[in-house]
């Protein structure tokens, strides 16, 4: 009988070994240095907007990102158990090779 209460987990430092936070600055420094030069203003402009510009600026490959394996098979087990309900965002990572089936 599935669970009537969702599994949450955190990903920055959790599922996944890393922050994409500083993934993300990383990759922008690497694919276009000249737009990193722009970040300090990014800051400046508050903790939303300098996260929005950075997404925007930057394409983060999650299938590159180092995973705690440990973590994903507990939850390949509870997604058996039923407490993943919410399987579209998972559907969405596993499209980026985060998640296997």
Sequence with gaps: ???QVPLCVDLDGTLWRTDSLIE?????????????????????SGRASFKHKLANNVELDV???????????????????????KRRRF??????GVFCR
């Design 91 to 96: 559907k969405k990572l596993s499209q980026k």
């Design 63 to 85: 299938g590159s990102l180092p995973i705690n394996l440990e973590l994903l098979e507990y939850l390949v087990g509870q997604r058996h158990f039923g407490k993943m309900g």
């Design 1 to 3: 009988m599935p669970s």
């Design 24 to 44: 993300s600055l990383l990759a922008l420094v690497k694919s276009n240095p000249l737009t990193a030069l722009r970040v300090p203003l990014w800051i400046l």
